[in-house]
């Protein structure tokens, strides 16, 4: 909406400075940040009044989660609100990038909301079915991969990049549709399966943002794209404004998350998180990069599903506890402990794949 100003730069000089992609990508972290904070406090206390009892706690998990009773969940409410209203105040509205990502926010969103609220009205742990909640995710990914696909028109909308590789593109053709529901819901799930921990996800999500921040801002422009042979999207730029916001958003309830936590982010934020960044990595052409950056993401997905199938195929455990997280927890790692490391790896993951963009 502050784009718009830049049109009366020719009448008022300094309105020039709404052109720019990188003031526009900090006032939207900015702003994001500051609605958390000054929202938060309110936002959790009415959310105590609503919830009472809070998120059910797991009785079969580690047993210094069972202090955790009565800590209100969906607090990812607040981040969705703060993304949104940033986005809308920052970006150029009239970008299509803008908008698939707002859909994909709100759509995932929606999806775990629906999943916190049984949780909370049936004072259980299961939520919605399985069925249910991956039959959303599939129709929101779907949605979004055709409107994508129409977008980068040509070739370019069914390829695969390859990182470290120059000019290297995969044409998956009808293939590239399953591959894309995979990333997005994928990227949703375990995102959400990292959440288990007070401030665990929100490092590793505010990583991964920053570097499809950068990203997206490269492919962008057709003068970065040249000298780093990479491919160029035209107006994707335009989504490191988006990103930003969720990195702000994301801070700021952080802010509130910190051991102990004043409140969860539940299924409301992790879904719509961990869609949106399955998105940004589609929307971009660098998928694979996701898997790099998003790194803890994946590892804590596979220990679950390693930790499912040894269970049906051996009967016997492979983890102490899965996901990952609280097997350390098991092993004696204090909850402060596994996060700040983990925190470390995603860091480390996060400076590993933006280098991809310069070793080719």
């Known amino acids: ?107 995932f969103g929606l999806a775990g909301f629906l999943d916190d609220y049984k949780k909370l009205t049936q004072h259980s742990s299961a939520g919605i079915s399985g069925k249910q909640k991956l039959g959303l995710q599939f129709l929101i990914s779907l949605i979004t991969c055709l409107w994508l696909i129409c977008l980068e028109k040509g070739q370019m909308g069914t390829t695969l990049t390859i990182p470290f590789f120059k000019d290297v593109l995969i044409d998956l053709s009808y293939f590239y549709i399953p591959f894309v529901l995979l990333v997005m819901v994928g990227s949703s799930n375990a995102v959400n399966l990292t959440d288990g921990l007070d401030g665990l996800v929100s490092m590793p999500v505010i990583t991964c943002c920053l570097v499809f921040a950068v990203v997206s801002y490269l492919v962008g422009r057709v003068d970065y794209t040249t000298y780093l042979h990479i491919h160029y999207v035209p107006g994707a730029g335009e989504m490191a404004v988006f990103c930003c916001a969720v990195i702000g958003a994301t801070l700021g309830f952080l802010w509130f ?84 490391r983990f925190w470390i790896v995603a860091i480390l993951l996060a400076l590993l794949a933006l280098s991809t963009l310069k070793i080719r």
């Not at 910190?258 to 971009?284: E, I, K």
């Open 1 to 107: 909406m502050l784009y718009w100003l830049s049109l009366l730069s020719s009448d008022i000089s300094f309105l020039n400075i709404f052109k720019y992609l990188t003031f526009r990508s900090g006032g939207a972290l900015a702003t994001a940040f500051i609605i958390m904070l000054l929202c938060g406090p309110r936002f959790i206390a009415w959310l105590k009044r609503k919830q009472g009892e809070g998120q059910p706690i797991r009785r079969e998990g580690p047993q210094t989660h069972l202090a955790k009773k009565g800590t209100p969940c969906m607090g990812g409410l607040l981040i969705l609100i703060a993304v949104l209203i940033s986005s809308l105040l920052w970006a150029q509205l009239s970008n299509p990038y803008v908008w698939v990502l707002m859909f994909v926010l709100i759509g």
């Open 257 to 340: 998350n910190a051991h102990p936590a004043q409140v969860f982010m539940g299924d409301t934020g992790s879904l719509a998180l961990g869609g949106v960044l399955g998105a940004v990595s589609v929307a971009t052409k660098q998928e694979l990069l996701l898997a790099i950056a998003g790194g803890v993401f994946v590892v804590e997905a596979l220990s679950d599903i390693i930790q499912v199938g040894s269970y049906k195929l051996r009967g016997k455990r492979v983890f102490l506890m899965a996901p990952i997280h609280h097997h350390f927890e098991k092993k004696g790692w204090s909850e402060t402990t596994v996060v700040v």
